[in-house]
């Protein structure tokens, strides 16, 4: 059985770093004379950009300039070349935003990682990420398919039905959440189904604590993980050795200082910024929201790209909430809806390893049926399913704090 994915993964550092400047200068002359956006680097020019310190100088760009500038030019904000053609499919995150893929075989990178989890050509395996508008399910599928993988599209929920799919098919892995594995073992523990057959995991979205990395190893199945945004597709995944996460051939990461930009030093915890060097959606400096910190050294897996500590929190109130973004801006969306409201917060926990969304509300007067039409606006908003809970006038505290997130990831 083959080690690595291809020999891009065992690059010397200074061969990588010179390859992927030299890719990066053609993304961005690239950019500037085939898309719309192209003109925010009048300034710049590629030959300028000769060091990963030289990057710096480039605008960042965040989620929130991709939901204006898509409002001004839709549908991709005039990040791509105008070749509606190549356009496969169009998803919908919450925002709105709006991703694409193409024809690009792998288009999202998640071959690399699925490979480096153990991943193998004719492995039968069951997608849950959700097909529903947004791009999970196919980012995976795609991966998949380059591996040569059969793939069962099974998305999320029908815990019963997945289970004893699982027992017919005998698909050799699995790919979602942590928490809903956790759901499908349950039910065929519930059922007395044998699902023994899958024997390995690729799970994202959510975090993957010790614990429950044991628990799944006490199953019988070897769970690895990656990190990855709607946006950039896969950015950096875990391989045998499970020290950190290792960036993806196929991008640029950089660990700034949240606001500014700058780069931190080695080790110390600041914002990810991506490039992507696919020439069909090609972001410069996206800007995440996610803290990290690079790892030093070289994993011992012999894959010789940086490494990431993981996804360690976000430089803003946002959080992830079974799998999905959840922002300040929401909280304030539910709120104004009710009058009687003075005071909201969401409060995120973790039970038995499943996320828990708690949205707390003062109220000046608390009406018949409250709750309940509080808990449909926290599904219109936040697409979740949330429990209202009233609590005393002055129980909330007047700190700024909109999301409080208390889970213990150990």
């Known amino acids: 059985m083959n080690t690595f994915y291809d020999a891009l993964e065992t690059r010397k550092p200074e061969e990588r770093e010179s390859e992927s400047l030299s890719s ?101 395996v069951i997608n849950c990420f959700s097909y529903h508008l947004t791009p999970a399910g196919n ?8 591996l040569g993988c059969p793939v069962i599209p099974a998305g999320v929920g029908q815990t019963e039905l997945q289970v004893r799919t699982i027992a017919d098919l005998k698909p050799a892995g699995y ?15 519930e059922l007395a189904v044998d699902i023994s057959s899958i024997k390995k995991a690729l799970v994202t979205a959510e975090a993957l604590p010790p614990s429950l990395r044991q628990y799944f190893l006490d199953k019988g199945i070897l769970v690895y993980q990656c990190y990855g945004t709607a946006d950039l597709g896969i950015v950096a995944y875990e391989s045998e050795a499970q020290e950190g996460m290792i960036v993806d051939e196929g991008v640029i990461l950089e660990i700034v200082s949240p606001g500014t930009g700058e780069p931190v030093a080695e080790g110390d915890v600041g914002e990810i910024v991506v490039s992507t060097l696919n020439p069909d959606y090609p972001l410069i400096r996206y800007a995440t929201g ?28 946002s959080a992830k909430v079974k799998g999905m ?42 009406s018949e049926g409250l709750s309940e039409s509080i808990d449909k ?31 213990k990831f150990d």
């Open 24 to 124: 990066f200068q053609i993304q961005l002359a690239h950019v500037k004379a085939h898309t719309l956006h192209g003109a925010a680097y009048s300034d710049f020019h590629p030959a300028d950009i000769n060091s990963m310190t030289d990057l710096a100088a480039l605008p960042l760009i965040r989620k929130t300039d991709l939901m204006a500038m898509q409002s001004k030019r839709k549908p991709f904000g005039g990040l791509t070349p105008n070749h509606m053609e190549d356009v496969k499919y169009i998803f919908a995150s919450p925002g709105p935003i709006y991703e694409l893929s193409t024809g690009r075989a792998d288009f999202f990178r998640s071959a690399r990682a699925l490979f480096a989890a153990g991943f193998r050509k004719k492995d039968i």
């Open 139 to 146: 980012m995976f599928d795609s991966g998949a398919h380059a």
């Open 175 to 189: 790919i979602g959440t942590p928490s809903f594995l956790k759901l499908i073992i349950e039910k065929s523990e």
């Open 290 to 317: 996610d803290l990290s910190a690079i790892l030093p050294g070289a994993s011992s897996c012999g894959r010789t790209a940086s490494r990431i500590k993981g996804w360690m929190g976000r430089s803003d109130q």
């Open 325 to 366: 973004f959840i922002h300040p801006h929401q909280v304030a969306e539910v709120t104004k809806r009710f009058d009687s409201i003075t005071a909201a917060r969401v409060v995120i926990d973790s039970v038995d390893h499943v996320d828990q969304f708690k949205f707390l509300v003062e109220v000046s007067s608390d």
């Open 377 to 407: 606006a926290i599904r219109e908003v936040f697409k979740l399913r949330g429990q209202t809970e009233i609590v005393a006038e002055n129980m909330i505290p007047r700190d700024g704090l909109q999301i409080e997130d208390i889970r």
